[in-house]
């Protein structure tokens, strides 16, 4: 298919559009009519994660190319070739016209069109929007994010990210510092004012990346080269790649920055690298060369440690040294007066001065946060640390090209980079005000006494007020100045709320007060449920503006007299003083859970995140501020777990709770480093008996607490993040177990498997899946991966899809229980439904469950799912799912969960039934 890209005047909008470019071009006030869209078009594009909205999916045609956005996502995923069916409205879009409310069919496969190469300055004039086009460059860096990774290319004209959706198997990391060209759909970054911001790359896949010059194998084994040659000219140079760089680390912020010096030269380079290094280590870098602030520097690099240990000192300077550049990226040390603290600058920033120069200094957050609060005003400290000098951009370009350095800082390594070398003089101007008062005092006592002993007094008395009101004046400056910094110790910056220092000063004297009159105090803790989430999407800044409207609205409902305080991140407190029950507290809870559950609006778009919260109450729940909090944190961590965007008031039995669940913690810890977990294996039957496989059963026996029940260390392994580890333990077991049984028996049964919705959220699941099958020898076809109804429902998309490709099969465990209804079962990647023992139960005895039961089965069976009934335990409930139709029965009537000894024995000898071969197996004992 030959993609032509017209470039003319836009063409007049026929009652139906049919074509891509016509969709495209529409003027915004025009696509905002929805006028009805049909098109076919090839798919180059589809990706249902990198946008929280709705899916991305680029086509294009022969006129050109248009964004699509759906209405939903489809069961099976579109590929890229796949020819399609468009229907939908035109819509002016995020930043272009695109296609809305569009539902795509597929009708048969097309050829991609041809991409016509483009630059990042063509990029960036919108032209080329939406549209298929190869660019052309070297890869600095690959970064995964969720489903998707990007590449970070450098091109002739500028970077660009270049982003897919990650399938595993799929070799990125190799492309890094090799040039190449990739074709894809070119997409704007905008603001929600529809104004392009930035532009970026979408490509469908590895298959579209051509390879011009591969990456070295081995970039550390490249000739070192010196730091004094970075950015030298050299002929013909189109490209930048990598360069090895050797040298002494003279500063590390992990996760940000290296610095190193070669002989008397000094680099800092640009690192994700979190390896612990100290000063004075030997290193070898590799890195991106790039343009420095003043001197070059290294982007996306990597280090290691070449082992040997040479610590520099630092070179004495003055700050008019350190000022004309000579020392820029060196380690240095210089003294300077602190003049106060820099409260604007993204890090944690004091500001010095030395002779007639003023020079910030940055240090690690953990540092200067402890350490600045004892360094007063005026006094000389000693710096040490790595000097970064600024030039001035406008005189380099603009005059003969040289860089002018136009301020420096001192960017610390740790808190013995600052030493105190004279304190300041007690003669400071907040003393002076003090000694002027006492001085006012003195003036006004000898005039009370001239009074007395002169008659004309008018004279005196009118001086006598004019002194006391300089006085009165300066007292209330000093009084104001004290307030301030009162109010500023006490109050969040960002939400103008009390903080966590003034939070427990109030806690104490409210629980006091309360003692005293025989009254109650009720505690609120409260945080945000999806906050983690819309931060981490959008940015912090639109975090801190969700934050600020939350405290707006906390603070509209905050009953009379109670203390509101932010006491980080999305947390905050009510302290209720003279609250007079706990129904009392429970209805201010209310009130904040109506107030938060209104959406936000955050850069226009309007964004759901409820509160939690956790109520206790004093004197009846605790009588001392520190177990009032963790008993109120306790009713929090249980409201989000069970009830989240609701109020959970606190009782007894979570207190014995949580201490059962640090007991049951310490066990399964435990068990990870010593063993402790076993399987124990589930028969299921047809319903006339005949064995058809095994559910595997994870369970814990603690050499402290014995056996433990899967009902609780299930939830606490999930809660501390041990249940990765353990599911796949679990997995890589039952698949040895059955291949061990199949070469000892010769027989083929189905091994089910359950999996936490935990493990599927992380990326690798699938390809851990694959490698467990690979080293055990499983077949994929037997294996059966079991999720709950809310898992299957809420991952539908997460690898789910995947793991049918390799064979695997799928089943929703405890059918009927969770969020989803009947009618949204068709949207599930699942191949068996088990029917949850609640149903089962009453399956006899109960009218109306039987008939849900036929329901249920028929659905499936249309489906084409198979259905398991759980939880058999009685003749009549067997006799019941017999004639409601299900495929397959389990439970205690039929068979207990066995060994994997006396599974075996059932195995090899068909005819035992589950209680003869337990018995059989006992008897060997």
Request: net charge positive; hydrophobic share 40%.
């Given at each position: 298919m030959l993609l032509a890209m017209p470039h003319t005047a836009q063409a007049t909008v026929p009652p139906t559009i049919t074509t891509a470019w016509?969709?495209?071009?529409?003027?915004?006030?025009?696509?905002?009519?929805?006028?009805?869209?049909r098109l076919r078009a090839v798919v180059v594009y589809y990706d249902p994660y990198i946008d929280l909205r709705r899916p991305a999916l680029f086509v294009c045609d022969s006129s050109g190319c248009v964004f699509v956005a759906l209405t939903s996502t489809p069961k099976i995923p579109l590929r890229a070739g796949e020819l399609v069916e468009v229907t939908g409205v035109s819509g002016p879009g995020d930043f272009a016209p695109i296609v809305e409310r569009a539902k795509a069919y597929p009708v048969g496969e097309a050829p991609?069109?041809?991409?016509?190469?483009?630059?990042?300055?063509?990029?960036?004039?919108?032209?080329?929007?939406?549209?298929w086009v190869e660019i052309e460059g070297v890869v600095r860096s690959i970064k995964e994010s969720g489903k998707n990774v990007f590449l970070n290319l450098a091109m002739s004209d500028g970077n660009i990210s270049a982003g897919t959706v990650n399938v595993p198997g799929s070799d990125y990391a190799s492309l890094v510092d090799a040039k190449i060209r990739v074709r894809g759909s070119t997409a704007p970054t905008f603001n929600h004012q529809q104004q392009m911001t930035g532009a970026h790359l979408l490509f469908p896949g590895r298959e579209q990346i051509t390879i011009e010059?591969?990456?070295?194998?081995?970039?550390?084994?490249?000739?070192?080269?010196?730091?004094?040659?970075?950015?030298?000219?050299?002929?013909?140079?189109?490209?930048?790649?990598?360069?090895?760089?050797?040298?002494?680390?003279?500063?590390?912020?992990?996760?940000?920055?290296?610095?190193?010096?070669?002989?008397?030269?000094?680099?800092?380079?640009q690192t994700d690298q979190n390896t612990p290094l100290r000063p004075g280590d030997l290193v070898d870098v590799i890195g991106f060369p790039n343009v420095g602030e003043f001197t070059p520097t290294l982007t996306n690099a990597t280090f290691k440690a070449t082992g040997?240990?040479?610590?520099?000192?630092?070179?004495?300077?003055?700050a008019a040294d350190a000022f004309r550049g000579d020392h820029d990226a060196q380690l240095v040390v210089l003294d300077g007066k602190l003049i106060g603290e820099d409260k604007a600058a993204e890090d944690p920033t004091i500001m010095l001065s030395s002779g007639g120069v003023i020079f910030s200094v940055v240090g690690p957050r953990q540092l200067l946060e402890k350490s600045a609060p004892a360094w007063e005003a005026g006094s000389t400290l000693q710096i040490t640390g790595i000097c970064s000098v600024q030039a001035d951009p406008d005189h380099g370009s603009q005059g003969a090209g040289f860089s002018i350095p136009i301020s420096f800082r001192i960017m610390l390594r740790g808190p013995a980079d600052v030493a105190v070398v004279h304190k300041p003089s007690w003669w400071t101007a907040a003393h002076a005000l003090w000694v002027l008062v006492l001085a006012l005092v003195v003036i006004v006592l000898a005039a009370v006494a001239l009074f007395e002993q002169v008659r004309d007094g008018r004279r005196t008395a009118a001086r006598l007020t004019l002194e006391i009101g300089e006085r009165q004046r300066a007292e209330d400056a000093t009084r104001y100045a004290l307030d301030q910094m009162d109010y500023q110790a006490h109050h969040d910056p960002l939400t103008s709320l009390a903080n966590r220092l003034y939070f427990n000063r109030s806690i104490r004297e409210s629980l006091a007060l309360a003692e005293k009159n025989g009254s109650n105090v009720g505690l609120l803790y409260m945080d945000l449920d999806r906050f983690k989430s819309i931060n981490d999407s959008l940015g912090h800044a639109a975090g801190d503006d969700l934050l600020k409207q939350a405290a707006e609205r906390l603070t509209r409902v905050s009953p009379p007299d109670s203390v509101l305080s932010r006491l980080g991140g999305d947390e905050f407190a009510f302290i209720l003083p003279g609250t007079k029950s706990r129904s009392h507290a429970e209805q201010a809870a209310q009130c904040v859970v109506e107030a938060m559950a209104t959406p936000f609006v955050v850069d226009g778009v309007p964004w759901h995140c409820p509160a939690s919260i956790g109520l206790s109450l004093f004197p009846e729940d605790a009588r001392s501020a520190a177990v009032l909090q963790r008993n109120a944190d306790t009713a929090l961590y249980r409201a989000k777990r069970t009830a989240p965007g609701q109020f959970i008031s606190f009782h007894l039995s979570m207190s014995e709770q949580a201490e059962r669940s640090v007991l049951v913690e310490k066990a399964l810890r435990r068990a990870v480093e010593k063993?402790?977990?076993?399987?124990?294996?589930?028969?299921?039957?047809?319903?006339a008996g005949v064995l058809h496989g095994f559910e595997a059963l994870l369970r814990l026996t603690d050499e402290v607490l014995g056996p433990v029940s899967p009902g609780e260390f299930i939830s606490v392994a999930e809660d501390i993040g041990l249940i990765v580890p353990m599911g796949e333990w679990a997995l890589r077991e039952a698949c040895r177990q059955h291949t061990a049984w199949a070469q000892e028996t010769d027989t083929v049964v189905s091994m089910a498997v359950n999996v936490s919705p935990i493990q599927l959220k992380r990326g690798h699941f699938p390809a851990m899946v694959r490698n467990v099958l690979a080293q055990t020898g499983m077949r994929a076809s037997l294996l059966e991966l079991e999720l709950t109804e809310t898992g299957i429902f809420a991952n539908a998309h997460d690898g789910l899809l995947e793991l049918k490709a390799l064979g695997i099969r799928i089943s929703v465990d405890d059918f009927g229980t969770g969020f989803s209804s009947l009618n949204c079962l068709h949207r599930a990647p699942v191949d068996?439904?088990?029917?949850?023992?609640?149903?089962?139960?009453?399956?006899?005895?109960?009218?109306?469950?039987?008939?849900?039961?036929?329901?249920i089965v028929s659905l499936a069976r249309s489906l084409g799912m198979k259905t398991v009934a759980e939880g058999v335990e009685t003749a009549g409930q067997l006799e019941a799912v017999k004639s409601a139709g299900c495929d397959?029965?389990?439970?205690?009537?039929?068979?207990?969960?066995?060994?994997?000894?006396?599974?075996?024995?059932?195995?090899?000898?068909?005819?035992?039934?589950?209680?003869?071969?337990?018995?059989f197996e006992a008897s060997i004992v």
């Open positions: 016509a969709a495209h071009q529409l003027p915004l006030k025009e696509a905002a009519r929805a006028f009805p869209v991609l069109p041809h991409a016509p190469q483009t630059t990042m300055t063509m990029m960036l004039t919108g032209a080329d929007d939406g549209q010059e591969p990456a070295p194998a081995s970039p550390f084994d490249a000739p070192v080269a010196p730091v004094g040659g970075l950015l030298r000219y050299t002929a013909n140079t189109a490209f930048r790649h990598r360069v090895h760089i050797r040298g002494t680390v003279t500063l590390l912020w992990p996760g940000r920055l290296l610095c190193v010096q070669d002989g008397a030269r000094g680099l800092c380079a040997g240990w040479h610590p520099l000192p630092p070179a004495r300077v003055t063993g402790g977990f076993w399987l124990a294996y589930q028969p299921q039957f047809t319903p068996c439904v088990k029917i949850d023992r609640s149903f089962v139960r009453d399956a006899a005895s109960t009218p109306g469950t039987l008939p849900f039961i036929r329901t397959f029965v389990q439970g205690y009537f039929l068979s207990y969960p066995l060994k994997a000894s006396v599974a075996g024995i059932m195995l090899r000898d068909r005819a035992v039934t589950p209680r003869e071969a337990w018995q």
